[in-house]
């Protein structure tokens, strides 16, 4: 009996050590470790969640500027560690992701930067610190009272500032002057309604058969940035510009500017003067524009001010050295030519500190370097952006880049109206793409029956007394 | 104790397993790593699902912290919710077309095939196929939306260049781009089933002058009945659950073409926000799963008890 103890021992022993082994790792998956908590070394980390390939040009350039970040971060703040979180995929990807590490403080990270079109929905979720303290006092940083009301109003809900503008996109139509030539249109082409887009891309289709004539974003692949990008600028230029009622806290379905710029895609797609589905529903359908012109393939987009810095960029997907003789530029009409005369949705990237964050006076500091004007004009030249500050929009490297594009998108700024910045928006741009992409599927389609479409989409999600009709 | 022993006062009879003398206080201890293991990682989150489901919980917004318990809210939404039984027909559409017959009937088709031909040509076939089915699926979504979209090799294969399939049929091409990949499965079951026929009865009806196909409808497929059923089984759950190829495809569209359940709940989730009623269609696709899967086993039972 004696001599089997030890037999019958041995696995209990193993367990043992087994479960030694075990339980301290176990422990330490589950305890997860908080954003900014001291290390072991007693080295504090700040982490910043980032998209990695949405926002530059290319991944190269991504790299570059965020390693350019972590050296002068490691100068500055020797002491605390800078954690970058670079997610890849789309902005909806990498919203994604930010919604469920949020979902926990243990999780979530100090610093995020975010499209402006998600600020309301995070700031909704009660996600994000409000930034007042900061930006507001005495002696406020220079690159806050730099930026234009309107583009501080983007990620200010409520007099509460959840965010920092760090570039953003506008708008105008881009177009093949050769392929225009060609069609007898004379240059520079400058629309002054919505008819003339369409009267000149049917010549363009009869004077250059087998080029797509126009590109406007239509569908749900891209997410927000498809009503940024495309029917958010004919709504902003509408008899009626409105999205969102702030007075009655309402998302417009029905209005005299959504019925035409709505009749605008029916017509578009109607003519055979859209871009395909096959372009238009892809998963990277927004960054197919540049490519599709620099290929011959494209004749007019109305598209953002990112397109010509692809082209110049040798590195980017497109370099395109001829665009600057071969591609024309101008501010998308306003409906009818009303004043302004010209409309351009605006929306862009911003950074924001999570209110779980233990450390929100070292976040802020993250957010300054971000800010400061070199890395603010590198992120304005290597993502196509236009600076929030208008110093450095201003300066001769930003200005002189890409000629004679920035100078042009620059001026279209002047018509930039920001995306609604309610929690809602995703919704409204879900119900608005699923339309257009209608659509294209099917012109004959009404423009009635896609306003039904849309307000049951709406109301399906936020209820009936979400929505309403404008006069 | 005698079998009459064991019956109560009350006819109930008093359950005693079988080898009770085997079961010992201690074994339990050693099965609570294991049950520890099941309740944590399954049941618990099964569980929490089922109640996430029942709430009004977004992803984001105001109710992603401040959520609570709805009730019936979101069944009776589903219940008046024309796209989510749009998206039930597809899904049906899908799995019974993509899934259950062209699977099956292809994968019999080179199974059949596999046994007459020489074996070399059986296996180059048969590595070819697997091949698709080895592949990554988003590896196979992708090859087949550049296969199907404008100027892909579909196109030029028929002679229309311009014909941009996933766009026109996007349906259609989602279930065969299924199909091709999962053909391949259906293969090596049915090949293993079909080594288990025996040869005399064959040969038996061969010599009765019962032809070919009398002899595959009424002595092969009844003596393979379980092996296409549990094929047909697995084959149904994996697909009414695949999610990568068709989002990777078509994202659910265009519009809401090939928004299958796993799709349209994705789609209500992470792009509504709208967690709680994407975790209630999760639960509706479990329960229709588990619909399936006990209609396929209520048809093996005759053979299970056979085979007992």
């Keep these: 009996m004696t001599a089997r103890m030890p037999k019958i021992a041995r696995p209990r022993r193993r367990l ?12 330490a998956a589950c305890s997860g470790s908080s954003g900014s908590s001291p290390g072991a070394t007693g080295t504090r980390t700040l982490t910043v969640l980032f998209s990695n390939n949405y926002v530059f040009n290319s991944d190269q350039l991504a790299n570059q500027w965020w390693n350019g970040i972590a050296r002068q971060w490691a100068r500055l703040y020797p002491h605390v560690k800078l954690d970058l979180l670079g997610t890849g995929g789309t902005d909806i990807d990498l919203m994604n992701k930010a919604a469920i590490l949020f979902r926990s403080p243990s999780t979530t990270p100090d610093v995020i930067q975010l499209p402006t079109t998600y600020v309301g929905e995070f700031s909704s979720s009660n996600y994000l610190l409000p ?19 309107g583009v501080q109003a983007m990620s200010t809900i409520g007099g509460q500032v959840y965010a920092v503008n760090a570039g953003n996109n506008d708008s105008g139509i881009l177009y093949n002057k050769i392929m225009l030539r060609k069609a007898g249109i004379p240059l520079p082409w400058h629309p002054t309604n919505w008819q003339d887009i369409l009267k000149v891309a049917a010549a363009v289709k009869k004077a250059n058969p087998g080029v797509y004539p126009l590109w406007l974003a239509a ?56 871009s395909p589905t096959s372009q238009l529903f892809r998963t990277d359908a927004v960054g197919q524009p540049p490519l599709l012109m620099k290929q011959g393939k494209l004749a007019i987009a109305i598209g953002s001010n990112w397109y010509p810095t692809v082209w110049v960029d040798p590195k980017s997907a497109a370099p395109w050295a001829a665009a600057k003789d071969d591609v024309g530029v ?49 992120t304005a030249l290597w993502s196509g952006f236009v600076p929030p500050d208008l110093s450095v929009g201003q300066e001769a490297p930003f200005v002189n880049y890409a000629p004679p594009f920035q100078a042009a998108f620059n001026d279209y700024s ?58 | 104790m005698t079998a009459a022993q064991e019956i109560g006062a009350g006819g109930r009879a008093r359950w005693r397993r079988a080898d009770a003398d085997k079961v010992k206080i201690s074994t339990i201890g050693w099965l609570l790593p294991a049950a520890a293991l099941l309740i944590g990682l399954f049941l618990v989150p099964v569980g929490y699902a089922v109640y996430l489901g029942f709430t009004n919980i ?31 027909k597809l899904t049906l559409i899908f799995v019974v077309g993509s899934g259950i017959v062209a699977q099956t009937v292809l994968g019999l088709a080179l199974a059949l095939l596999g046994q007459r031909a020489h074996v070399m040509v059986r296996a180059s076939v048969g590595s070819i196929v697997v091949l698709a089915w080895v592949l990554p699926e988003i590896c196979v979504a992708f090859i087949w939306y550049s296969f199907s979209q404008a100027g892909g090799m579909l196109g030029e294969l028929i002679g229309r260049t311009s014909s941009d399939f996933l766009s026109t049929a996007p349906l259609l091409i989602v279930c065969l781009a299924n199909a091709w990949r999962g053909t391949a499965f259906s293969m090596l079951v049915l090949s293993a089933g079909l080594r288990n026929v025996p040869q005399e009865a064959d040969e038996a009806a061969q010599l009765e002058g019962a032809s070919y196909w009398t002899r595959l409808f009424r002595v092969t497929l009844p003596i393979i009945r379980p092996t296409l059923m549990i094929n047909m089984l697995l084959i149904t759950l994996g697909t009414i659950s695949d999610f990568t190829l068709v989002f990777a495809m078509t994202q659910g569209g265009p519009g809401n073409e090939t928004a299958i359940l796993p799709v349209y709940m994705y789609i209500e989730a992470f792009q509504f926000n709208a967690l709680g009623y994407g975790t209630t269609i999760a639960l509706a696709l479990m329960i229709i799963g588990a619909i399936l899967s006990i209609v396929y086993i209520r048809q093996l039972r005759p053979e299970l008890r056979r085979g007992r």
């Design chain 1, 414 to 471: 002047k018509y930039g109206v920001p995306l609604p910045n309610n929690g809602n928006f995703t919704v409204y741009a879900r119900a608005l793409n699923t339309v257009t992409g209608d659509f294209a599927q099917n012109p004959n389609m009404s423009v009635s029956q896609a306003l039904t479409i849309m307000a049951n989409l709406i109301t399906q999600q936020l209820g009936a007394g979400s929505v309403e009709t404008l006069k």
């Design chain 1, 131 to 149: 930034l007042n303290k900061f930006v507001s006092g005495p002696n406020p940083p220079s690159f806050w009272t730099g930026m234009p009301k």
């Design chain 1, 219 to 274: 569908g749900v692949a891209a997410g927000p940035t498809n009503v940024l990008q495309g029917i958010g600028n004919l709504i902003d230029g509408s008899v009626t510009p409105v999205m969102f009622d702030t007075k009655t806290n309402k998302w417009v379905v029905d209005s005299p500017g959504l019925r035409a710029a709505l009749q605008f895609y029916r017509s578009m797609f109607k003519e055979g003067l859209g």
């Design chain 2, 58 to 88: 977004e992803l984001l917004g105001p109710l992603a912290q401040d959520y609570s318990f709805t009730g019936l809210a979101n069944v009776s939404r589903m219940a008046h919710d024309p796209v989510f039984w749009s998206s039930v």
């Design chain 1, 16 to 27: 043992t050590l087994a479960v030694a082994l075990l339980l301290p790792t176990l422990l």
């Design chain 1, 330 to 378: 101008a501010p998308v009409p306003t409906q009818n030519g009303q004043a302004p005369g010209g409309a351009s949705t605006i929306g862009g990237w911003a950074f924001a500190i999570a209110r779980s964050s233990p450390n929100a006076a070292m976040a802020w500091n993250f957010i300054k370097l971000a800010e400061q004007p070199q890395n603010q004009l590198n």
